[in-house]
């Protein structure tokens, strides 16, 4: 038997909890299109994200290494993909919308810029006076605005679900600054896991890097509670981690997260016992969450890589040199934007000259940039 589209949102209503958002359900998209015989409306936009040229760039621009520091670390599209991996498992074990979830987070980085958070912090800083630079209102603008794909429409014309899902991504390095859906709602169940999924994803997979890369150690880690923690429960006491036992770590540490967040939404959910999909929007609280113990540990994690690894010497000079290559390029096309391609210069007049300069740096990747600035400024380079 085919399974239609029917079929599919059928067994989303018969098998969900009562507090999941069914494809079935959805408010639309906001621009009329036929949905697909076999496919539900969020599993057609997973696939619009994933065909999206904003997504495919994503191989090539920075996690916490700049793209050419070596094969082996994260970049935004592997540390994305890891992210729907993790929320397609909360969202699997919550008995809620995995498509969805698996959307969200797909979508969640989709504006970010070239260089990672240097990145966005100097473009930020470069657009203070025409209204900042935040890549969660990015990647919104991106699917909504600067995808080009139809012939009635910008953006992807996504459902106003996996939008608002979007919109409302927040964990404490990325805080939202859409205002299109109603600022007293919360993120859906979906959206909450996603949010938390990439933080989890986030801390574990920049630890793994951090100690491939050798700017952690192993002894400088045992000030941690959650890394003894750790060494208890795989009965490990040495002092140089091979690559097998840095791999065990860090999966300890996603399953003990994981874990973490399951029991502890599980007795949130059981208590509340939400009748819909509103009930966890309009709730004062988070639903999706760590328990208060697992915060303090990871709040400690989080203070740590940050004092040990984000501002490490040879991590900073890597964002150092972001910045330079960023700050020359918008200097450069502000000054002259008849270097822009005509796709942006003719969005000048309706968005402003700093605005368009800043999209079309942030669509680059980290080799895009990287060559842009030996065009403009190499004199060696054909222009």
């Not at 969450?289 to 890589?305: D, G, I, P």
Request: glycine share 4%.
């Amino acid at each position: 038997m085919l399974m239609t589209r029917q079929h599919l949102e059928q067994r989303e209503a018969d098998t969900l909890a009562p507090y999941a958002l069914l494809s079935r359900s959805s408010r639309g998209r906001f621009h009329h299109d036929h949905e697909p015989h076999y496919r539900t409306a969020f599993q057609r936009d997973k696939d619009r994200i994933v065909h999206s040229a904003a997504f495919r760039r994503l191989e090539y621009k920075t996690q916490v290494f700049v793209n050419d520091a070596g094969d082996y670390y994260r970049t935004r599209l592997t540390h994305t993909l890891e992210v729907a991996q993790i929320g397609r498992s909360l969202a699997r074990a919550l008995n809620v919308n995995e498509d969805l979830t698996e959307t969200i987070c797909l979508a969640h980085d989709l504006g970010h810029p070239p260089f990672g958070h240097a990145g966005e912090h100097i473009l930020d800083a470069l657009m203070a006076d025409a209204g900042g630079f935040n890549h969660n209102h990015q990647s919104y603008r991106v699917v909504t605005e600067l995808e080009d794909r139809y012939p009635d429409w910008r953006g992807l014309n996504l459902t106003q679900e996996t939008l608002e899902g979007i919109a409302r991504h927040e964990t404490d390095y990325d805080r939202s600054q859409v205002t299109d859906f109603a600022p007293d709602r919360r993120g859906s169940v979906e959206a909450q896991i996603a949010s938390i999924a990439d933080e989890l994803a986030y801390n574990a997979h920049d630890l793994d890097d951090g100690l491939q890369a050798g700017l952690l150690m192993p002894e400088q880690l045992r000030e941690l509670a959650l890394w003894r923690q750790l060494c208890d429960r795989l009965g490990w006491q040495g002092t140089r981690l091979d690559e097998v036992t840095r791999h065990r770590f860090i999966r300890e540490l996603v399953g003990l997260a994981v874990d973490d967040v399951l029991t502890t939404t599980m007795q949130r959910l059981t208590a509340l016992q939400p009748p819909t999909p509103e009930a966890v929007q309009t709730h004062p609280h988070m639903i999706v969450t760590y328990s208060e113990a697992f915060e303090v540990l990871n709040r400690a994690l989080k203070q740590f890589l940050y004092e040990n690894m984000y501002r490490h010497f040879s991590v900073v000079r890597m964002q150092e040199r972001a910045s330079h290559f960023i700050s020359h390029l918008f200097a450069s096309y502000l000054r002259e934007p008849r270097q822009l391609p005509p796709d942006y210069r003719h969005q000048i007049d309706r968005q402003g000259a700093a605005r368009v300069v800043a999209d079309y740096i942030a669509s680059m990747t980290d080799r895009s940039a990287l060559l842009e600035y030996r065009h403009l400024f190499d004199p060696m380079m054909r222009p």
